[in-house]
T-cell receptor, first 116, second 114 residues
Framework: DAGVIQSPRHEVTEMGQEVTLRCKPISGHNSLFWYRQTMMRGLELLIYFNNNVPIDDSGMPEDRFSAKMPNASFSTLKIQPSEPRDSAVYFC??????????????FGPGTRLTVL | AQSVAQPEDQVNVAEGNPLTVKCTYSVSGNPYLFWYVQYPNRGLQFLLKYITGDNLVKGSYGFEAEFNKSQTSFHLKKPSALVSDSALYFCAVRDGNRDDKIIFGKGTRLHILP
């Protein structure tokens, strides 16, 4: 089992550029979560999908952020345009059940984003 | 609204001593409670969970947690700490009676001193 796969692992970009983060959930999992982790704000849930449908995107900071899940094995988180305050580690996680229910989430290794 | 609190930013314990990492929660319905651990430059890993049943839950790496409904707490414990237990620990809660998302605490950094 490869676990949750995220790419790239590190991304350095300049302010104003578009950034796309990618995630492949564990096969058979039907819930997918995007989180952002910073020292100041801790771990924040940005959005989650169930059966490829966005259920709650209330954590998405602003319109510059968008997420898609075109199929059960792939999701993207896009930031356009990026800003220095977007610098963080972005995690993708997956689980079985509706919105994770009482099932544990499996986290990917994260993407460390630095916006200069 | 549901919430979870980890009152200690950091906990220091000597190797071989028992450790406790504290967590309190607030939900309107029945709580689903979780502990996760994060090692440096890694994603979170699931340790254990309480859904229903016995108040004492055993998990990975020798960790356990006790659900205390009257004190609305779910403290993480281990009888004898290892240096390798040094990491960031997150408590999380979800209201089992509502279709709400899981909420993570701020995390507690555990330092095990050799």
């Amino acid at each position: 089992d490869a676990g949750v796969i995220q790419s790239p692992r590190h991304e350095v970009t300049e302010m104003g550029q578009e950034v796309t983060l990618r995630c492949k959930p564990i096969s058979g999992h039907n819930s997918l979560f995007w989180y952002r982790q910073t020292m100041m704000r801790g771990l924040e849930l940005l959005i989650y999908f169930n059966n490829n449908v966005p259920i709650d995107d209330s954590g998405m900071p602003e319109d510059r952020f968008s997420a898609k899940m075109p199929n059960a094995s792939f999701s993207t988180l896009k930031i356009q345009p990026s800003e220095p305050r977007d610098s963080a580690v972005y995690f993708c996680a997956s689980s079985t059940g509706l919105a994770g229910a009482y099932n544990e989430q499996f986290f990917g290794p994260g993407t460390r984003l630095t916006v200069l | 609204a549901q919430s979870v609190a980890q009152p200690e930013d950091q906990v220091n314990v000597a190797e071989g001593n028992p450790l406790t990492v504290k967590c309190t929660y607030s939900v309107s319905g029945n709580p689903y409670l979780f502990w996760y651990v994060q090692y440096p430059n890694r994603g979170l890993q699931f340790l254990l969970k309480y859904i229903t049943g016995d108040n004492l839950v055993k998990g990975s790496y020798g960790f356990e947690a006790e659900f205390n409904k009257s004190q609305t707490s779910f403290h993480l414990k281990k009888p004898s700490a290892l240096v390798s237990d040094s990491a960031l620990y997150f408590c999380a809660v979800r209201d089992g009676n509502r279709d709400d998302k899981i909420i993570f605490g701020k995390g507690t950094r555990l330092h095990i001193l050799p």
